[in-house]
């Protein structure tokens, strides 16, 4: 399998079909990404031509990406970033909700249906937590525990330094741990009473 560097090379070269396998290995994640950042906003109709217009970007611009300066995966985030920034300028719709993806992180054994109902409120809660993050706090969450990035990585996509990211990080799961903490201790109350 070739490196990205190598079909970064191609693609300069002048085989612009090579392209087609860059947009092949990060469609899906690029994609996954920009729904996390417009579900808030209930503007998620709009990923599929905010990820088509990150990859043309990226294409129209692939002369100047230099290798040795960034891995051309958080390139990539980075255009699909202020592209999706971009758009959210230009919108006007406030309301916020989150997408669904805690539930595709969690074990999908069977349960019963009482303990269905609590995973699935629980995952709610934690959905609502989220989403009353602010931007920022959000997308580094997003990428660091949905995208499995590393804090240089975040850093370089958000225009921000490692130990930002780090602070943005910790403030995220603080106001998180506070939103959901009298959940969790009064359901882990009630139990004891039972």
């Known amino acids: 399998m070739k490196t990205d560097s190598q079909i970064i090379r191609e ?7 090579s392209y087609a396998e860059l947009i092949k290995r990060y469609e899906k994640k690029i ?4 729904v996390h950042i417009l579900k808030p906003y209930r503007l998620e109709s709009l990923a599929e031509d905010l990820c088509q217009e990150t990859f043309f970007k990226a294409y129209k ?4 990406f230099r290798d040795e300066d960034a ?3 958080t390139w990539l985030y980075t255009i699909a970033r202020n592209t999706v920034i971009s758009e959210l300028r230009k919108s006007k719709n406030g309301e916020v909700y989150i997408e669904d993806t ?3 992180n969690l074990s999908t054994s069977y349960l019963l249906p009482e303990q269905e109902i609590l995973r699935t409120e629980k995952e709610g809660m934690i959905r609502h937590a989220i989403n009353q993050l602010p931007e920022n706090q959000r997308s580094a969450l997003i990428l660091r525990e949905y995208e499995d990035m590393d804090y240089k990585e975040i850093a ?3 225009g921000l330094t490692v130990s930002s990211v780090k602070s943005l990080l910790f403030r995220a ?6 939103q959901l903490e009298p ?3 009064d359901a882990h109350l009630d139990r004891g009473r039972t």
């Open 183 to 185: 959940y969790f201790v």
């Open 173 to 178: 799961r603080q106001s998180i741990r506070t």
């Open 11 to 17: 693609v300069k070269d002048g085989n612009v079909e």
């Open 102 to 104: 805690i539930s595709a």
């Open 31 to 34: 994609y996954s990404f920009i």
């Open 71 to 73: 891995l051309f995966s």
């Open 61 to 64: 611009n692939l002369k100047s």
């Open 156 to 158: 370089t996509i958000l």
